[in-house]
């Protein structure tokens, strides 16, 4: 076995070669332009972290001006359901129709349900949109005769 130093470190050669013919204590040279350019194509494939954030931010964007849109049209809703129920019990639903009210008992369960919302406006919860949802179904039902009720679900 014949070595030789250079520097700090120790080349070794044998004589002989290996299972795949290839020769024992060589290094065997590989193509690096083939290796970097294999490399360089796997990242050009995947977006940078860069790219990714951009992305997000375009996504997050879009889905802010949704959000805006389905709380505008929830709100809206909501508020049309509330005027039609104020119209209806102020009895100026429709020109030329008798204003039909409730019976005294409807009312007053009508106005207990009304005092027992609980909502924080400035916390902005969306439980506090469910819950307002939740009394106007409430008393709509109780101004609908007993067997409409049913139909008005569907």
């Known amino acids: 076995m014949a070595s030789t130093r250079t520097g700090t470190r120790i080349k070794t050669r044998r004589e002989g070669r290996g ?20 490399t360089t194509a796997r990242r050009s494939k ?17 889905l802010r001006s949704l959000l805006k849109d389905l709380g505008t049209n929830c709100l809206d809703r909501l508020d049309g359901e509330m005027a039609g ?12 129709d008798s204003p039909i009210l409730p019976n005294p008992s409807i009312l007053k369960a009508m106005l207990a349900d009304i005092r027992a919302l609980r ?8 439980k506090d949109v469910r819950r307002i949802e939740a ?4 008393l709509n039902s109780h101004l609908l005769p007993k067997g409409w009720q049913n139909l008005s679900r569907r």
């Open 85 to 96: 129920l104020v119209l209806s019990l102020a009895g100026k639903s429709l020109p030329g």
């Open 119 to 126: 909502a924080k406006p400035k916390k902005g919860r969306a």
């Open 19 to 38: 299972a795949g013919g290839e020769k024992i204590g060589e290094a065997v040279r590989k193509n690096l332009s083939k290796d970097h350019a294999e």
């Open 135 to 138: 009394l106007l179904e409430s």
């Open 46 to 62: 995947t977006p940078s972290r860069q790219e990714l954030r951009q992305e997000v931010v375009q996504e997050l964007s879009k």
